[in-house]
């Protein structure tokens, strides 16, 4: 069975980092590519960060370039893929969700919901001003 587990959320204040995972079980991250969502209350779910099969491209949305990093495991059997968020800001706040979808490619991410075929439970962050 294919689950994706996050973990990593909580309260930060306003300039402060947090580091969530995203743990595989069922399959391994290299023939997945992988993406990071966040729904706050009231909007709609928005994509964040993603990142292909071989972890050599990755894509951000505007709002979190230069401030958050997506990582994959670097160990063979990679079934981890990280988000690293600094600098965190109150609109950050929100409910966020990894995803992945089959890519055979490598090279190849991800940048619609839609595309994706597996979603982790989410992990609440809350960034307090």
């Known amino acids: 069975e294919v689950q994706l587990v996050e973990s990593g959320g909580g309260l930060v204040q306003a300039g402060g980092s947090l580091r969530l995972s995203c743990v595989a079980s069922g399959f391994t991250f290299d023939a997945f590519a992988i993406g990071w969502f966040r729904q706050a209350p009231g909007k709609e779910r928005e994509g964040v960060a993603c990142?292909?099969?071989?972890?050599?491209?990755?894509?951000?949305v505007d709002s979190v370039k230069g401030r958050f990093i997506i990582s994959s495991d670097s160990d063979k059997f990679k079934n981890t893929v990280y988000l690293q968020m600094n600098s965190l800001k109150p609109e950050d706040t929100a409910v966020y969700y990894c995803?992945?979808?089959?890519?055979?490619?490598?090279?190849?991410?991800?940048?619609?919901?839609?595309?994706?075929?597996?979603w982790g439970q989410g992990t609440q962050v809350t960034v307090s001003s």
């Open positions: 995803a992945a979808t089959r890519d055979y490619t490598g090279s190849i991410y991800y940048t619609t919901a839609a595309e994706y075929d597996y």
């Open positions: 990142i292909s099969s071989s972890g050599d491209n990755t894509a951000y």
